[in-house]
C-alpha cells in the first residue's frame, strides 16, 4: 500500500508541476500581449505627438501698416482696401523689390489672413485711423513651415518652395526681431481654411458638440426606457426574444449601413437639412441605441433580487418598485455605457460622410439646422491635404480628438468608482 501510495503522490506533484508551468507560460504570454500592445499604443501616441505638436505653434510677423485718413470711408470701413494695405507695407520694408515677380513673391511670405486681421483692428477701432499701428500677422505656412525646421534651406533652390530671395528677406525680419513664434491661437478659433496658417477646428468641435447633444438627448431616455422595459415589464415569449436577438445584431452592424439608412430615411424622405448635426444626430442616435440598451439592461440586472422583493414585500407595485429603487442603483452603470456609447459616437466617421456633413465648412455652426462638419470629418479632410502644413494640423486634431475621449472615458470610471455600488 506504501509503494502505490508513494506512485501515486509521485504523479500527482509530476501533474501539478507540469500544470504549474503551464499556469506560469500562460500568464507570461498574458503580460506579454499587454507589453506588446502597450509599445504599440506608445509609438502611435510618439507618432501622433512627433507629428502634431509644432501646429500648436505658428510664426508671426510684425508690421508697421500706416492707416492714412484718404484710404478709408468713415460711413463705409469695409470698403476700404486692406490687402492694398498690406502689400503697401511690405513694399515699405522692401523698396529694392521692382519685378512683379519679386513682389509677388514678397507678398506670400505673408497670410492672406492679415487683411483681414487689419480689417477687425481698424472696425474695432476706428480711432487708429491715421495714425502707423504695429500687428503681428499669421505668415504663409511654407514661412511657417520653414521656421520649425521642414524646409531646409541648404535645399537647392529649385526644390524648395521658398526661394533665396525671401529667404533673404526673412533673415532680415529675423534679425530686426519682427519674427516670433506664439501659441496658435487660431487653431482652436478658427474655422475651416484653404490656407493651412488660417484653418482651425472650432467649427468642426462645434458641429461634434451639437450633434451629441442631439444623440445624447434622444439615445439616453430612450434607450434606458427600452432596457427597464425588455428586463422589468416585457413578458416572456417568441416576439421579445426576436427584439432582443435583433439589438445585439444592430450592435454589431458597421457604422456606414446607419449612415446610408440616414440618408435614406431622414435626408431624402423626411427632409431633415443635409449636412446638419441634426441629422447627424438623428443618425448617431441609431448608431449607439443598442450600445446603451444592452449596457442599461447589465445595470438592471446587477441589482440584487432582494431589492426588488424587498420593495414588493412592503407594499410598493411595480412600477415604484423600478423607479424608486431598481433604476437609481442602475443608473451609475447605465452613464457608464452611456459614455462610451458617446465616445464611440464622437470618433464615428463613415455614417456621417454619408449624409454630408464631409462639406467644406468655415462658419462656425449657430443652430442643430445650420451647415456643419465634425472633427473626425475635419481630420479625414485635412488629411487628403497635399500641403505639408495640414498634415501638423491633422495630427494636432486627431491630440485634441484623443484627449476629449479620453476625457470622456475618464469620466465613466469616476462615475462607475463614485456611485456603484456592492452587495
Known sequence: ??????????????????????????????????????????????????????????????????????????????????????????????????????????????????????????????????????????????????????????????????KDNQLVWLDKWQAEGKIEKRFNTIFFTAGDSREPELAGILSAFTGSMLTLVITLALSFPIGVAAAVYLEEFAPRNRWIDTVEVNINNLAAVPSIIFGLLGLAVFINFFGVPRSSPLVGGLVLTLMTLPIIIIASRASLQSVPPSIREAALGIGASKMQTVTHHVLPLALPGMLTGTIIGMGRALGETAPLLMIGMVAFIVDIPQGFTDPATALPVQIYLWADSPERAFVEKTSAAILVLLAFLIAMNLLAVILRNRFERRW
Request: cysteine-free; glycine content about 8%.
Open 1 to 162: 500500500m506504501s509503494n502505490g501510495s508513494e506512485k501515486t503522490i509521485e504523479v500527482v506533484k509530476r501533474g501539478l508541476g507540469r500544470r504549474y508551468r503551464v499556469e506560469k507560460r500562460f500568464r507570461l504570454y498574458g503580460v506579454l500581449a499587454i507589453g506588446i500592445s502597450l509599445l504599440f499604443l506608445a509609438l502611435l501616441f510618439a507618432s501622433i505627438i512627433a507629428r502634431g505638436h509644432s501646429a500648436f505653434r505658428q510664426t508671426f510677423v510684425k508690421l508697421s501698416v500706416e492707416l492714412a485718413e484718404t484710404e478709408f470711408d468713415l460711413n463705409d470701413l469695409d470698403r476700404a482696401n486692406y490687402q492694398g494695405l498690406i502689400k503697401k507695407t511690405l513694399r515699405g520694408e522692401f523698396p529694392q523689390v521692382k519685378s512683379r515677380s519679386d513682389k509677388k513673391a514678397l507678398y506670400s511670405l505673408v497670410s492672406s489672413g492679415a487683411a483681414f486681421k487689419l480689417h477687425d483692428l481698424v472696425t474695432d477701432n476706428p480711432s487708429l485711423i491715421g495714425q502707423t499701428v504695429e500687428m503681428w500677422v499669421p505668415a504663409d505656412d511654407d514661412v511657417d513651415m520653414y521656421y520649425k525646421g521642414y524646409i531646409s534651406r541648404e535645399v537647392p533652390e529649385g526644390d524648395r518652395r521658398l
